[in-house]
């Protein structure tokens, strides 16, 4: 289970837009439904996709939030 989160956290460093992203995250769900069919594998990765993406909406806020901090207003 190790590798399956291994790979998640690399996908959303390689995936410097939100098109791309979704386009690799896209890939790797239609991969993991060819290679794990069971049903359990499904509530698996469906609590690894919230993972994934509250991990990336969390990196947006911060740079948001860093950009914000960086930029004068007025």
Do not use: A, D, W
């Amino acid at each position: 289970m190790y590798p399956l989160l291994h790979i998640h956290f690399n996908i959303i460093r390689q995936g410097k837009t939100t098109i791309q992203y979704t386009y690799r995250l896209i890939q790797l769900t239609t991969m993991f439904f060819i290679n794990h069919r069971s049903f359990l594998s499904y509530f698996i990765f469906k609590s690894y996709f919230y993972i994934i993406i509250g991990v990336y909406i969390r990196q947006e806020i911060l740079n948001n939030l860093l950009y914000l901090s960086n930029t004068k207003i007025g």
